[in-house]
């Protein structure tokens, strides 16, 4: 458990290179199984119900961005919609993961790495291009 509470220095170029890996696996065609458990145990949940909440966000936050990738067409209007998608779903993983890091002292536990340690192990396996 790292022993920073809050948002420490920094935790928001972490949060920020967490995210943009997590929309680089959607643009590479969504989130595999792996992918998605590690955006959903980010932070230790309490109990089932919070891990289902926190499953039923990150599939929200993926469809949301997967239904306006698809609903965009080949034209320039398309790609600028795409880009807002990708522009949304970066600041709203974005300010979740804070979020996460923020609460992080409250919900700590010895069996559970932390959030920033979550992070970090997002930011270590890389977006599609690194494997």
């Known amino acids: 458990m790292d022993e920073v509470y809050g948002i420490g220095p920094g935790d928001e170029e972490l949060a920020h290179e967490a995210a943009v890996i997590a929309v680089s696996w959607l643009l590479e065609g969504g989130l595999t199984e792996q992918q998605e458990l590690q955006l959903i145990n ?44 990708k522009d949304t779903a970066l600041r709203e993983l974005r300010e979740r ?27 270590a396996a890389g977006g599609p291009q690194s494997g």
Do not use: Y
């Open 42 to 85: 980010v932070r230790l949940h309490g109990n089932g119900h919070e891990w289902i909440g926190d499953a039923m966000k990150v599939d929200a936050w993926a469809k949301a961005f997967r239904d306006a990738v698809n609903a965009a067409t080949d034209d320039e209007e398309g790609r600028q919609r795409v880009a807002a998608a």
């Open 97 to 123: 993961l804070l979020f996460e890091i923020d609460m992080d002292w409250f919900r700590s536990r010895s069996d559970h790495p932390g959030v920033r340690e979550s992070l970090r192990r997002i930011v």
